[in-house]
C-alpha cells in the first residue's frame, strides 16, 4: 500500500503553477485484439503522456491487458463476495471509521480491510489477502485472465531478470473529498510497479487518477479505461481525484497488482510500501524466498499458478 510523502497543504501550495491542460494524450488501444499484440511486435506499454507526448512523471506507464483478465477479476470479485461487500461499505454505508482496519472472511479465506486515515479525505477502502492461501488464489485468477503475458511484457520492456506479483489487492471508493498525494514505490530501481486495474467504473465522470508532476510544479489528470492498467512506479506521485458517486449509488472498484523484481538491494524499499497483512510487514526473507516466481527471463517454467480444476 502507499508510502505518504507529504501533506495536503504542501501539495497545495504548489497549484499556483499548475497548468491548466489536463486533457490525457491518449493511444487508442484495441483490447479485443490484446493477444494478436502480444504475438507480434507491438509494445503493450507505453509512458503515460499527456499534450502530445508531454510526459510530466518518469515512471507513469499505461499498459493493455488482455480482455479475459477484467472477465475473471469481475466474476472472482461477484462471486467471492467482495463486491456486495464494497456495496455494503461504500454505497449503503456506513463505512469503517478513518484508519480502521479489519480481519474478513470470504469464502472462508482469511483477508483484510482497511480504510486509510482521515487526511485522505475519501471514503476510499483497500482489501488484501491476509494470508498466503487467499493470496495464492487471487494469483490463481490473474493466470487465468491472462496477466502471465503481462508480466513477459513488463519484464522484457524494463529488461529485468525476473518478477514476482507480491501484492495483491482490490480497492473501492464513491467520495473523495481532495486526493491525498503518496507514491506507491520507492527506490527500487525501477523494478517495481502497482497496476491499477479497472473493474467498475461509473459513467460520464470526471478523471479519476490525479498525477504530480516529479519537478511538484503542476498536475494531470488520467482517465480511467477498461482493460487498461495504470501503471506506477519509483516515486511516481499520484492520488485519488476527486468525485462523488454518492448520489447516483454507484461506486467504483479497482484491482491493484504489485510485481517486482525483488533483489537483496531493494527488498526493504519495497517492504517500506506495504502496510496489508500480507506480505508479511517487515519480512524480507520471505519476499526474496518468492523472488522471480512468476517470470523469469531465463526460465519458461516460472509462471502464474495455475486455477485447480474441480
Known sequence: MPRLQYTVSDYLNNLHNTDDDNTFDKVLIDSDAFDKQLDGDNDIITPMSWGGGNRISKNMYRVALPS?????????ANEMGITDFYRSLVIDGPPYNPGQEKSVSFQEQNWMVHRPKSHWKSNMHWLSPADETAHDDYLTILSAGGFDKVLESIGAYFNLDGLSAYHLSFI????????????????????????????????????????????ETMTRFYQYE??????????????????????????????????????TTNVRNLLMSLTQAYPPVGNAKHLLDRAGDHWSKTDVSKRLPVPMKN
Open 68 to 76: 479475459t483478465l477484467l472477465q475473471e477479476l469481475r466474476t472472482y
Open 172 to 215: 473501492g471508493v464513491s467520495q473523495c473529498e481532495r486526493g491525498f498525494i503518496h507514491t506507491d514505490v520507492n527506490d527500487s530501481g525501477v523494478m517495481a510497479f502497482n497496476l491499477i486495474i479497472p473493474l467498475m467504473l461509473v459513467e460520464g465522470e470526471s478523471p479519476e487518477l490525479e498525477i504530480l508532476s516529479d519537478d
Open 226 to 263: 477498461y482493460n487498461v492498467a495504470s501503471m506506477i512506479g519509483d516515486d511516481a506521485l499520484h492520488a485519488t481525484a476527486s468525485c462523488d458517486y454518492m448520489s447516483k449509488g454507484e461506486m467504483r472498484i479497482c484491482a491493484t497488482v504489485y510485481v517486482g523484481d525483488i533483489t
